[in-house]
């Protein structure tokens, strides 16, 4: 179902390049919709399902149903009370965020104002994609998976529809396109949340919300709902680091050159395909049942459901790092290079995906590494190394920006989440928590010789082809890049298969 939404997002990016380009009004969308998703990390997937889900995890196991469900009505009245005041907050402040996340803005009214405008539509965003977070929460700690997983795909879809349709109609009427794509955005939403309500009331896990103050007081003082606030605080601060850091790189991009916002999101949005599918994806399976190890004293338990989800990242992230950084611009090419893409454009967005790729392996280990703290309920120490990353990637700016420009800003991201990624690792090895399995040395070197042999065949297909000059063949230029790729997994699970690692008992153990 993750690979379902990486797939519709993808081609959600491909029409939105090929309609829009990259241009000052596509910066002004980016930035409004990176608002509300910011807010959303805050009260959504970010701090609260950090301390949600362990916290759900940990009555069901210790409390039973009852109580459980109890919890599970306060904390749903509580968060959509401050949903409500957040979302009224952020529609009358929207020119103040804007402000605070692209100053640079101010050079060009039409974009500063086009970007307000849609911040002020899209806020509410947040308020549907929080209670989204919510609902995937219980589903997931009872064990179903497939429908979270699967709401990305609806909001791609609308947006899909909004670009090929809306776009059109609206440049029909003489408003600007790219408003259409807010509009998709919130439909979206609405999309996302319906779904899973279906699901929750056939399971009896649908939250009753307490709509009169007395509810909101009531739900307050629930222990349950008191344990979750207590570590959201330290969750809040650990997001918050982490979007203070994308709060500065929007705001350096905003003062780079036109399209550099646009550059890095259509890079960002690539590099979270692989993100996704093995970071995300792992992370949203392991954490309850990390939790519920934890819950029940099972320390052997956690630590191999940790070894477990380290060794597939490593044999699956390996590779997408390698391909990252040698293939960066054939990527790019075959998937973005129409229509209002430029080949300057190509060129930007490539250097910014190599960037990423360089800290691909530290981008995809945090997802699964700081489910094994939130399901200690420890919070702090994943939010103190955030703090030092912070910092120690605004030095790395200011190193690399000046000589990189925006992809200094991508490689800043990459370098600093694998020192994360390390800090993390030696903390849960350091209290004995992860005690890693024989045999890591003969993978890891099993892993890197697959690595080097596909780095060797990529080099070549990247210099043998044309990539950027096939813009008018399309078709040919997607054909030819199916069989590299077909031909990548081949060379690189077949030289894994020969050294001796066996893929199947790997994903089944």
Not at 33 to 49: C, D, Y
Not at 159 to 183: D, L, S, V
Not at 328 to 347: C, E, I, N, R
């Amino acid at each position: 179902m993750t690979l379902a939404s990486r797939v519709t997002g993808l081609v959600r990016d491909l029409l939105m390049a090929a309609t829009f380009g990259a241009t000052a009004m596509t910066d002004a969308f980016n930035v409004a919709f990176r608002i509300p998703n910011l807010f959303r990390r805050l009260f959504g997937e970010g701090a609260f399902s950090a301390a949600f889900v362990p916290a759900l995890a940990h009555s069901k196991e210790k409390n039973g149903e009852a109580a459980t469900l109890a919890m599970i009505d306060s904390v749903a009245t509580v968060l959509a009370w401050t949903l409500l005041l957040t979302c009224a907050l952020g529609v009358v402040g929207a020119p103040v965020l804007v402000w605070a996340l692209a100053s640079g803005f101010k050079q060009d009214p039409r974009a500063f104002d086009a970007a307000v405008l849609m911040t002020r539509w899209m806020f509410p965003y947040i308020g549907f994609m929080s209670m989204v977070a919510l609902c995937a929460g219980i589903l997931n700690t009872w064990k179903r998976f497939a429908v979270p997983a699967a709401t990305p795909v609806l909001l791609n879809l609308a947006m899909i529809a909004a670009a090929w349709f809306g776009a059109p109609w609206f440049a029909a009427r003489g408003i600007e396109p790219i408003y259409a794509m807010a509009g998709g955005v919130m439909v979206g939403g609405i999309l996302q949340l319906g779904v899973q309500i279906p699901v929750l009331r056939k399971l009896g896990l649908l939250p009753r919300i307490g709509l009169r103050w007395r509810s909101l007081r009531s739900a307050w003082a629930d222990p349950g709902m008191r344990g979750v606030a207590r570590m959201m605080l330290p969750a809040l601060l650990g997001v918050g680091v982490a979007h203070i850091s994308i709060l500065i790189n929007t705001q350096i991009a905003s003062y780079l050159a036109p399209g550099s916002v646009t550059w890095l999101g259509y890079a960002d949005r690539l590099m979270e395909f692989p993100t996704a599918m093995l970071g995300v994806a792992l992370g949203v399976v392991l954490m309850p049942q990390l939790a519920a190890a934890r819950a029940a004293g099972d320390s052997d338990r956690y630590s191999a459901m940790l070894d477990w989800g380290l060794r597939l990242v490593v044999v699956l992230a390996v590779p997408c790092s390698l391909a990252l950084l040698v293939f960066a611009q054939p990527l790019v090419a075959t998937l973005f290079h129409h229509g209002a893409f430029k080949d300057s454009d190509v060129t930007q967005v490539s250097l910014a995906l190599a960037g990423y790729g360089a800290g691909l392996l530290g981008l995809v280990s945090i997802k699964v590494l700081a489910p094994g703290f939130y399901a200690s309920q420890d919070i702090r120490t994943p939010v103190r190394i955030a703090v030092a990353v912070l910092v120690i990637t605004q030095l790395l700016n200011i190193a690399l920006v000046p000589l990189l420009r925006h992809a200094g800003l991508a490689l800043s991201i990459g370098l600093g989440a694998l020192v994360n990624a390390l800090w993390l690792l030696l903390s849960l090895c350091k209290r004995g928590s992860y005690r890693p399995a024989p045999g890591w040395w003969r993978f890891a070197l099993q892993v890197i010789a697959a690595s080097a042999l596909l780095a060797v065949f990529l080099l070549w297909a990247a210099a043998s082809v044309p990539w950027l000059a096939m813009q008018a063949q399309g078709g040919v230029r997607a054909g030819l890049m199916g069989l590299v790729l077909l031909a990548s997994a081949a060379i690189y699970f077949g030289a894994l298969w020969a050294a001796g690692v066996k893929l199947r008992q790997l994903v089944l153990r």
